[in-house]
């Protein structure tokens, strides 16, 4: 059964940083590529960034130089660390596959005020 479990959000001031985890119960998980992506309150889900077997790493134009990507193939764990946050940055987190499957995991928020 696939299951996704999002973890790490919180409170955080600005500028400040955090590390988000998604474990992941995905069959091959090591073959798959792995992405995260969020959801502000009144907006659509966005893509934020993704990382392919190998290690490859793309990011969306607004979280690069501040977000990193990582992997953990042997725990089936993808990592988010993100520094330098910004209030604009607040909203629900999620991973998921690429392609997306129809199912997503209860995302963890991620709250940027002073």
């Known amino acids: 059964q696939v299951q996704l479990v999002e973890s790490g959000g919180g409170y955080v001031h600005p500028g400040g940083s955090r590390r988000l985890s998604c474990a992941a119960s995905i069959r091959v998980f090591s073959f798959v590529v792995m992405a995260w992506y969020r959801q502000a309150p009144g907006k659509q889900r966005e893509w934020v960034a993704s990382?392919?077997?190998?290690?490859?790493?793309t990011y969306a134009d607004s979280v690069k130089g501040r977000f990193t990507i990582s992997r953990d193939n042997a725990k089936n764990t993808v990592y988010l660390e993100m520094n330098s946050l910004k209030p604009e940055d607040t909203a629900v987190y999620y991973c998921?596959?690429?392609?997306?499957?129809?199912?997503w995991g209860q995302g963890t928020q991620v709250t940027v005020s002073s």
């Open positions: 998921n596959k690429i392609p997306t499957m129809a199912y």
């Open positions: 990382i392919t077997s190998s290690g490859s790493t």
